[in-house]
């Protein structure tokens, strides 16, 4: 399904295998305002809305054009934002941790004060359950803007996470510290060990979820989490049964066949 009016939108997809699932696949160049335009309604609607963030590259170019939008007057201030997940050991400060990230490329961007912009931190499931009542006490979370990992994960939600998991300390896959070394210098042994994430039931308690994916090296998961059978095996195959999901793709990481 390839909506009219957005930038960049291509011609014919094979569609998802969950009819619920609206697929977006535009050029590399267009993902950022596609998905922008889609979270930018959502925001309308409900300006102190809570707005689940995710980091990676992926949603980078997101982030920008609803900064640009905001300068067209989007009143995104009132926001709430949420977090998805972080590594573990690294202070809030550190460039590398993801706090760091929240606050660069989205709170400050936005304008959303740091009192209502909301990581998980920690190591231990006190912490874990503590972002929970957070989450529960904000009323929940609107939209999620999600990422995936080249192994399928969603957060951090390695592959045999289980659907019902809540935010917990988890351990990283190896293929994930390798993915996420260029960020450390390059060293896999550099990147934190254990980290903190929204478990998949979380995750799947938003009341929307857009998915943003750009890259070759995405490609392989996009088709099992699109195309595959629901599994734990491939985390991100859950939003298949999720009632309002938007993947919103580059060409790259969309291969049509
Ligand atoms: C990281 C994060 C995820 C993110 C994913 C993809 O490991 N924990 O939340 O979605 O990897 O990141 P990127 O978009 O940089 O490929």
Known sequence: MTPSGLPGAVGVVRPPRSPRTRLVVVSTAAVGQAAAVIIAAAVAARPTGVLGVATGSSPMSLYAALAGMRADGLATEGLSLVALDEYAGLAGDDPRSYRSYVGTHIAEPLGVPAARTFVP????AAQGAEYERTIRRLGGVDLQIVGIGRNGH??????????DSRTRPVELDPSTRIANAPYFGGDPA???ARAMTQ???TILDARAVVLVVQGRAKAEALAAALYGPITPDVPASVLQAHRNVTVVADTDAFEAR
């Not at 931190?121 to 231990?124: F, L, N, P």
């Open 154 to 163: 969603i957060g951090f939600n390695e592959p045999g996470s289980a659907f």
């Open 190 to 192: 550099a990147v934190p």
């Open 199 to 201: 478990g998949i039931g």
């Open 121 to 124: 931190a920690g190591s231990t």
